[in-house]
């Protein structure tokens, strides 16, 4: 099954916070830059896009947070007065500028090494993944044939072999299903039926994975059997250890494990 290219890169930003409370990142520090440029809170909020009264609810925040003024409002100037920052105003700025230059040479540095990342990221998340379903699948949807209420997702799985599933349409457009589109299927150990690879029967379940058994474990009164499958996965029956007796199968017995597209529940990564 053909993967489509990941690429990761890594970004991030700083903000200062006061006891919990967030005393400025980089917008309210552009907009103290702004201030100490201008010498204006009016042209400081027009060039950040912001209302004058936005603006100076942020620097009232700031100066609050910061126990001491880091901008002042000069009387006399246009617009009632002009405003300018106050030494500690000028530190902050400066030292936030130092940070955020340190800061972007860190996150370079940590971007350098992010090749190759970008799978095991997402393979981590997929891992992570609970479900009691105890066949979980990653594939690549392979083509949709959409109906009035259902459609039929043909799901391209590992080994060669396809998962068909049968979804209402909504479902189909609620997670965004579409050819290309990655995706896994869900199917529960119940769900599968075991069949003799020499039985000689035709169903008419369409899915129909074959392989060989791997592990058999008998319980009280079920039987779980392991079904190794081409490419490197398994699926997982569970049948009564009354079939399992008739169907008198051992380990490297080579078998179809077969189950309804109905049975199937398909998902994607979030």
Known sequence: MDQKEQTISLHGSVWMTVNGENLGGKGRMALLAYIAECGSITQAA???????????????????LAG????????????????????????????FRVIETEHRQFIRHLDQQATGMADDF??????????????????????????????EIVLDIMGGQQIIAIITHDSTEELGLAPGVEAFALIKASSVIVMANDAGIRLSARNQLQGEIARI?????????TIALPGGGVLAAMITNESAQALALDTGSRVTG??????VILGVPV
């Open 46 to 64: 027009k060039m950040m896009k912001m209302s004058y009264k936005a603006a100076w609810d942020a620097i009232d925040t700031m100066n609050n």
């Open 68 to 95: 001491e003024p880091l901008v002042e409002r000069l009387t006399g100037g246009k617009g009632g007065g002009g405003t300018h920052l106050t030494q500690r105003g000028r530190q902050l700025l400066e030292n």
């Open 122 to 151: 997402l393979l981590m998340k997929k891992i992570g993944m609970r479900t009691s379903a105890r066949n979980q699948y990653l594939g690549t949807v392979a083509q949709i044939k959409q109906g009035a209420v259902n459609d």
């Open 217 to 225: 474990q008998a319980g009280a009164v079920n039987t779980e059997m």
């Open 258 to 263: 077969v189950f309804k597209a109905s049975s």
